[in-house]
């Protein structure tokens, strides 16, 4: 399925009264006045399975995990935002059972993942501003900007993962 008709989908399981699908994302202000978006670049589909991080623009982003058609996950994601927003998602991508999630802080982007079956959030770490990440199969390689071996890889497999700090 293409970002373009994940982002249909999602248009219609958003619950807001007035909103606008564009052709990169989806746009909507809430009753207080304050704007979402999710940009086609912050969805995620396996399996049947996806999510999407809803950006707003004072700082109260929400990661939601559609499960099945009975079930959505809504995670308030705990940005320290003084009101405003520093740029929410920066990667969102499911690898084997696992939803991973970077998103940005006040002055560091976080990353977490999701055991998609047992809903556990484990936060990997606290990350410089932009840092590479990549994922290639089932190991995700995480790099600080301008450092080339400073970072973590993290493999997952048989419903778990590890993580190795490159030295």
């Not at 699908?21 to 989806?26: F, P, Q, T």
């Not at 399975?49 to 994601?77: C, H, P, Q, R, T």
């Not at 990350?127 to 199969?137: A, E, I, K």
Request: glycine share 6%.
């Amino acid at each position: 399925m293409d970002k373009k008709e994940l982002l249909k989908l999602i248009y219609e399981e958003i619950d807001f009264k007035e909103g606008e699908l564009k052709d990169d994302e989806i746009v909507w202000k809430n009753i207080f006045g304050a704007e979402h978006v999710v940009s086609e670049y912050n969805i995620a589909f396996q399996n049947g399975m996806f999510a999407w991080y809803e950006d707003n623009d004072v700082g109260f982003d929400v990661l939601k995990l559609k499960i099945n058609s009975n079930f959505i996950l809504e995670w308030k994601v705990p940005v320290n935002s003084m009101g405003f927003s520093y740029g929410g998602c920066r990667f969102i991508e499911f690898c084997e059972n696992f939803l991973i999630v970077m998103y940005a802080d006040k002055h560091r982007d976080q990353l977490v993942v999701i055991n998609t079956k047992t809903f556990e959030l484990e936060n990997l770490g606290v990350l410089s501003r932009s840092p590479s990440v990549d994922l290639n199969g089932n190991v995700l390689s995480v790099k600080e900007k301008n450092e080339e071996n400073s970072g973590f890889t993290v493999r997952f497999h048989d419903g778990v993962f590890t993580k190795e700090i490159l030295e």
